[in-house]
């Protein structure tokens, strides 16, 4: 929006010419994420304080987390109001890719939205029936697969990049409908079981949605594209926007969500930051890079399946308790270790995955 603004200035001052810059407005567009944050955090707090919004805690959990019982969640609202203004204010809303995943982020947050709502302000303690649940989200994946799909231009749009590999692509044509939303899908998810202590799920987002900025840029720069030999998906360098408002929104909640927490996401963050993630890496192709940064959040997922599949053949349990996080807990772990570590690993497999843009 400011930035046709900003292009009509230029014939008064030649100065505005700056806000051309994909990086300057991408850096702008971090900023005011993170101003909005700071802004409405306290007052949005405040209010879900008032409203009696709080957190419900398992009783078979760790005893740590009974004093967490009545913190305010749903503090996801601030994250998607904080990216979307920024997204909005910042991006170039010419570009298809934006709109797509603006929507995707925005479709997950509500869905999130009413399971919360349900379990925190009807006191249903199942929330959103788990089957409905699913059922939209694949409708919302699978209405981005199709709507990607039907704006790629190219073979490189429809194909699977495997990392670490020069030339080895693997073409998909329709099915790559399908891969969208499993990737989608499953992101969402993944960061969901994972927000379960204070700033565990929202610090290692924050660090894989600006690696995916990072391979946005070079994939949508034809310079830089045909430097580091990685397909050129013409339009996706505007994706950078959108990952760093991701990125100054979750820095902006994390001020609030760090141990201890002031507040927490809820679902209607966890959702649409995990959605976020997965349309992001299918737009700029780097689906499988996301599976190796984003590990933290594919191990927690495993933890969840490995669990539940042994206890019902078996009986027994692998883990003291799944999601893995509770597991170290119920270990003798603190919270705070158990969070940073997570954040440790994390920094680690982003690195691996950025190395992927010269290791071919």
């Known amino acids: 929006?400011?930035?046709?603004?900003?292009?009509?200035?230029?014939?008064?001052?030649?100065?505005?010419?700056?806000?051309?810059?994909?990086?300057?407005?991408?850096?702008?567009?971090?900023?005011?994420?993170?101003?909005?944050?700071?802004?409405?955090?306290p007052r949005m707090i405040a209010k879900l304080s008032f409203h009696q919004v709080g957190q419900t805690v398992r009783l078979d959990g760790p005893e740590s987390?009974?004093?967490?019982?009545?913190?305010?969640?749903?503090?996801?609202?601030?994250?998607?109001?904080?990216?979307?203004?920024?997204?909005?204010?910042?991006?170039?809303?010419?570009?298809?890719?934006?709109?797509?995943?603006?929507?995707?982020?925005?479709?997950?947050?509500?869905?999130?939205?009413?399971?919360?709502?349900?379990?925190?302000?009807?006191?249903?303690?199942?929330?959103?029936?788990?089957?409905?649940?699913?059922?939209?989200?694949?409708?919302?994946?699978?209405?981005?697969?199709?709507?990607l799909y039907m704006i790629s231009d190219d073979a490189v749009s429809t194909s699977l990049l495997?990392?670490?590999?020069?030339?080895?692509?693997?073409?998909?044509?329709?099915?790559?409908?399908?891969?969208?939303f499993f990737v989608i899908v499953g992101s969402s998810n993944a960061v969901n079981l994972t927000d379960g202590l204070d700033g565990l799920a929202i610090m290692p987002t924050v660090l894989v949605g600006g690696a995916l900025g990072i391979f946005a840029y070079v994939t949508g720069n034809v310079n830089f594209a045909e430097y580091l030999s990685i397909p050129y998906v013409r339009g996706s360098g505007?994706?950078?926007?959108?990952?760093?408002?991701?990125?100054?929104?979750?820095?902006?909640?994390?001020?609030?969500?760090?141990?201890?927490?002031?507040?927490?996401?809820?679902d209607i963050g966890a959702l649409s930051l995990g959605a976020a993630l997965g349309v992001v890496a299918v737009v700029v192709r780097q689906e499988l890079v996301l599976m190796i940064m984003g590990g933290v959040f594919v191990v927690e997922t495993l933890s969840v399946v490995i669990q539940v599949a042994s206890f019902k053949l078996t009986g027994r349990r692998v883990f003291r308790m799944a999601p893995l996080h509770h597991h170290y807990e119920l270990k003798g772990w603190a919270e705070p270790k158990v969070i940073v570590r997570f954040w440790i690993i994390t920094v680690i497999l982003v690195l691996i995955g950025l190395a992927s843009l010269k290791i071919r």
């Open 1 to 41: 929006m400011l930035l046709y603004l900003t292009e009509y200035l230029t014939q008064f001052e030649s100065a505005f010419n700056v806000f051309n810059y994909l990086t300057m407005r991408a850096i702008l567009g971090a900023l005011t994420a993170l101003v909005i944050c700071f802004a409405v955090g």
């Open 238 to 266: 505007e994706v950078l926007v959108f990952c760093t408002a991701m990125a100054g929104a979750g820095l902006g909640f994390l001020w609030f969500n760090t141990y201890p927490a002031q507040v927490f996401m809820g």
């Open 65 to 147: 987390h009974l004093p967490k019982a009545g913190t305010p969640t749903m503090g996801g609202a601030l994250i998607l109001t904080a990216i979307t203004i920024s997204t909005l204010l910042w991006a170039d809303l010419n570009n298809k890719y934006i709109w797509v995943i603006l929507g995707v982020t925005l479709a997950f947050g509500v869905i999130g939205y009413v399971d919360d709502y349900k379990k925190l302000v009807l006191k249903n303690s199942k929330g959103l029936v788990a089957r409905y649940k699913f059922f939209w989200q694949s409708v919302s994946a699978l209405a981005a697969g199709i709507a």
């Open 162 to 180: 495997i990392p670490y590999f020069k030339n080895l692509v693997i073409p998909l044509g329709m099915l790559q409908i399908a891969l969208t």
